[in-house]
């Protein structure tokens, strides 16, 4: 799995909705071996300035032929802040593509659960199920603000549902209550695959284990580093015997294998 | 300081010696930030690099701490990882081969809860194959003295000391942390205890509160701060140390630019390692050692232990 | 932290006690980067803040140490003024007349070489009219003990914590210096030796080198690190000195933003003190005072010491 | 002496040589009560990154009647090369007018020697003596590159003369042979203000001290607050009696006030 730190020339830098940003860089080495669930490092700092001193991680949303990806990110604090104000024509440090992805399964209907910008890490996802196999698209936020892009992925397949807590966008609720009505429709074997806030991607497992549907997560920690040195991207397993590695062994696991009961 | 232009020092000499230990070039990767070494591939040539300094090894595997284990400050990492790592025995079997096949020193880190645990652990490393040093990591708790970590009682750090070159043949360097009042008093008393060298430093313990949730932001309370932040203290300490001992000092703490190893090595060091700045950018290395011979270059510096400051 | 929404907190109380020493808010000017508070005019409404800690105060008037006294580091400042002031009797002359018309509390923070310079400049300071508190500078060298500061000794300490106190009959907080293996010795030392509060942390000991020069950055070599780089040291010794002692402590270091005073603030500290960050912009505690002030209303925290953590 | 802190707005961020900058800001407070030879100190770190720490102290070069406050400065570290990549329409945060400026003399012909960018606390200088007496300026620097706003003071008066050390513009040599030629040609008392590296103003007042010709020079020192509560900004004193404030006192003084055998 090559991978590289280069610096990338940043092609579009647009605000979708408040907070909310879609970053496009030039970075064809990266996209050439990024496969769906991978995520980059992106250097923040301005300049020569050495704070803030890490880099973020974001997962790969998107990808075009001429060699560019775009991310899709929030501005929650500092280093999201200074990303969202870079522009078109100047350079950004990534290191990528990181990690494990989700592993493809052909032999069954493959749902996709999302919350907020959990959607970040599923669109090369779904892209790819879409080729071979059916897919069922379930997509969950606050409101419709949350997920502006949710158009990338309603064009990909004819069973694409949202939830919106205010109902702003779809059904009024929570995205497990989508999950509920699928899983009632679903006969057979099938296949989970989630991003979004911990305690959703717990609701979910909790709701799928039960019927032994595998889910696979995709899930988050603070990073340093991104590629396996620092040990800090730690996550409980479930058998007690020390932790799963995000950067490194994930960010997909089974979901049987992360402890839900620890909250990070 | 004023150098001659000098023709011939175009191709300066940057290899130097840590007592019986020689490495091709002063700038060698930390302890717990290159992991064991794979990790970096394809990112970082490792065979340009002076040295590898694997991650703190224990005699049995631990997992380290619950997380959250990293927070960032203000150009500074604080974390606590816990030490985890995969213990002596897996180390020799699965990451030492591939290891050892890299064409540069090896230099293994240790840590114990007790002087026999370094000891032991130092006896298998002495016969492991590619090793080419030991770096032995003070700052553990000291099980039997109520968990004050050796490296902040110059007794306890010398006892260390003692244990470790006792069980093992290979250079033995002897890593302080900076959190002591008086970094002199531990340094000479580890050399006068048979170190063939020390670096410093470890990191300072600091904390952060996320107040968000109104909680300690590591799980663990406590973490190390590492980084550009921690530079100004790091040289201090090394700049003393250099002055209290007459073995080799190896500088560590902050360092992430040519400029900030020139700093170190001006001070007396006679290597450094760069630790955080690796996470942040893998091929840090590369880019320090680069800058150095640039400098040597421009300032007719053959030799890089004539970077030195007089004291 | 879950606080239930209350429409009472609409006007959060931020008046404390620092032992006898009633603040109408924790937020206080650091010595050495609030000069005598007339440098400040008109870009702080000195009246705001919860007190002001003028400049280091000693017996004889000192002229400091020579240029460079200044070296910016990452996220840090080194500084190596060598406690320039313009001793008490000046002081008491030309600036209190000014300071004690400013309605807000008044801390004049001294140093020493000596046990009985500290006790002498703190009998001088008991009359003073306008003088609210006494904060002792003990980072300073114990001429008598060879230099070492009497912040890191113990005994030293609590030496001057006696003679101080004995001295005068304003509160007495003793200002602790960071450089020590153990901050809790220290602290529990002075509180057993009568201080009314403790405040820390002062700088810590770190140098830079010149690599132009080829010469330390500053004259004087060392200097004191100040700034957000060295929050998470500071924050972490608050922690620890909190649950140590029973008087109260004062928390600075690297606090820029209202978010960092509420971190020391959670952490247990009584109230904080701007250093640095004044420097960098003068208004720093205004805005401090209004980030805390909003995060009580928001959180519907009604009294400022209902911030602390459980311990 | 009001002071003011304000986010300023940057009009216009132009190169001018290799390395040499002219920004104009928007601040009419502080320009209001400026004199020449203040400076101001600029924030050089970016949006909310928190390093470098330290604002950059930079002199009053222009000011026009709208309000606009002009900064010449040459991009030496890693705070000026911050500053200079700050586009037109951004906020820079500039706290001024402060120290002590050049003190007026009106009585006898006005000298002014400046080297380098030091030129650029000269300007306001020049063009508030010329509206009253006479007035001569001296120039130097390395080569013409290093003073791209020499015609700033071409026009203000006929007595004007430049050196560059390669001959690119003016007499080849120092500006210290100009002052020895004008020396020489003034009979009675005169006024000198100089500004530029420590080593060409200590020649000067070293030429002019023995004529007992008052010199005024401008010196600089690392700062931290630029407003008097660090004591950082410490050059000694020539009667041995401690030191100088460049911040408060200065950074304008009397020449003899100064220790010049001190190297900083
Ligand atoms: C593998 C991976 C992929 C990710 N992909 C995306 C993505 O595609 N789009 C996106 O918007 N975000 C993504 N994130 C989260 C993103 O990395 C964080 O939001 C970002 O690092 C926050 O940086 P900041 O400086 O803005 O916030 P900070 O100032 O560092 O922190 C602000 C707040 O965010 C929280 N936070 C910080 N880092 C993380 C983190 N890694 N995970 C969760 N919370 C965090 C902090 O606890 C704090 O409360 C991903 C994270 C990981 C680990
Ligand atoms: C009152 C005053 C007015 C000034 N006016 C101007 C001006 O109008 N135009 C202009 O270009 N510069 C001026 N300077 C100098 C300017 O402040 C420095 O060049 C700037 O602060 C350097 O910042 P930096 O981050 O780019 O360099 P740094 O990375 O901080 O330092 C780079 C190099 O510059 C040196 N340096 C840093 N600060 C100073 C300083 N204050 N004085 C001298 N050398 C320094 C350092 O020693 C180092 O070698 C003035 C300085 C003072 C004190
Ligand atoms: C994530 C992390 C893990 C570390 N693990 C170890 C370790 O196992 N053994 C050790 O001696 N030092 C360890 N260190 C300390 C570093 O080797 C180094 O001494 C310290 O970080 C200061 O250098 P820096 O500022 O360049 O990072 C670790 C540091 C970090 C940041
Ligand atoms: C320039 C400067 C001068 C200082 N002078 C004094 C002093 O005279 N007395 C003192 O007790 N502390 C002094 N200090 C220490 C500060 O009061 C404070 O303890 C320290 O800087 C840490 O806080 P900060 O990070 O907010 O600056 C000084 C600090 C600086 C930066
Ligand atoms: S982030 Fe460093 S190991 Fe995962
Ligand atoms: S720069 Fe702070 S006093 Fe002059």
Redesign the interface.
Known sequence: M??F?IPANIVEQTQLAHGIFLLTVNAPAILDSANPGQFCML?V???????????RPLSIYKTRANGQISFLYKEVG?GT??LS?RRPGEIV?V?GPLGQGFRLIHDRPCILVGGGLGIASLLLLAERINQSGKLIILIGAGNASEIPTVEDFSGLTRYFHVATEDGSLGQRGMVTDLLAQTLQEITGMAQIYTCGPWPMMKAVYHMVCKRNIPCQVSLE?????G??????????KSDG???LHVC?EGPVFDADQVNWE?S? | MIHQKNPISRFPNLSINIGPLRLKNPVLLASGTCGYGTELDGLLDLEQVGGIIVKGISIKPRPGNPPPRLVETPCGLLNSIGLENVGIESFIRDKLPWLRNVKTSLIVNILGNSVEEYSEIAKKLDGAEGVKAIEVNISCPNVKAGGIAFGTDPEAAASVTHAVKKATSLPVIIKLTPNVTDITEVARKVAASGADAISLINTLLGMAIDIKSGRPALANVFGGLSGPAIKPIALRMVWQVVRAVDIPVIGIGGISTPDDAIEFLMAGAKAVEIGTATLVRPDTAKNVLAGIKDYMETNSIQNIENLQLPA
């Open positions: 090559p991978r730190d250097e700092k301005y300049n020569n300035s050495r704070d803030p001193l890490l880099r500092r802040r200074l104000k440090r290191l920690a603070a990073m340093a580093c590629i396996g040195l620092c040990l800090g991207c730690a996550v409980p015997q020390g932790f490194k620890y990070l």
